[in-house]
């Protein structure tokens, strides 16, 4: 069964803090893994998203690092802000398989 | 550009109903998805359109189904509804063939009795 095991479920950090989110994929057939953002009463958004022909990636405060030998990525967010408490989404998608397969999700919370 | 746009945003029904969702995707994303989140399970793909054909299916009894227009409008329906099918329902337009930068609506809040 394609999974994405994600972590931790919840998380408090203080402004300016960075928060890390991990996930761990098991399916070596993914080649696509988006993360998402998601305020209540609104759908995810996507934020950024990696393939595995690189280890990292950046846009803006956001950074995704890629372990592809573990098969792990993870969420990095610098300098985070009260703005950025929301639930975040990892994802991860096969070649032709036409669907996302989703974490189960980490509510972040930046206290000021 | 106007957002992904699903109809109606909340909706109670009863146990043994039926209901159907509508979404609206971006002017000309070809690529519709659906997904059931739920405090429980998360995100659930349900099914996946491209040009009024349905390319892949999630995990879910026949009981969920769904349709894509020659306008890309889509709509899922849910017969004989469940407890268990109160969830957020949300739809996701894509304007390639592809996955990559997929664009969700708010969701339709389902809440069955």
């Known amino acids: 069964q394609q999974q994405v095991k994600q972590s931790p479920q919840s998380l408090i950090v203080q402004k300016g803090g960075i928060p890390i989110i991990n996930c761990a994929y098991e399916n070596t057939a993914f080649d696509y893994f988006p993360w998402y953002q998601q305020f209540p009463g609104k759908g995810p958004a996507l934020l950024i998203a990696?393939?595995?022909?690189?280890s990292e990636k950046k846009e803006g405060r956001f950074t995704i690092s890629f372990n592809k030998s573990a098969k792990q990525f993870s969420l990095h967010i610098m300098d985070s802000q009260p703005g950025d408490s929301a639930t975040y989404f990892c994802a991860a998608s096969g070649a032709g398989s036409y669907q996302l397969t989703f974490g189960k999700g980490t509510k972040l919370s930046v206290i000021p | 550009k106007a957002g992904v746009t699903q109809t109606p945003r909340y909706l109670i029904k009863t146990r043994g109903q039926q209901v159907t969702l509508s979404c609206s995707p971006i002017s000309g994303h070809r690529s519709v998805s659906w997904y059931q989140q739920t405090p429980g399970q998360g995100l659930q793909f349900l099914f996946e359109y491209f040009s009024e054909t349905q390319r892949n299916k999630g995990n879910f009894p026949g009981r969920f189904s769904g349709r894509q227009f020659s306008n890309s409008r889509s709509e899922m329906n849910v017969s004989t509804l469940e407890l268990g099918d109160s969830a957020l329902y949300l739809c996701?337009?894509?304007?390639?063939?592809?996955?990559?930068?997929?664009?969700f609506g708010p969701g339709t809040r389902l809440l069955v009795l």
């Open positions: 996701a337009s894509s304007p390639l063939a592809g996955l990559e930068t997929q664009y």
């Open positions: 990696i393939r595995p022909d690189v």
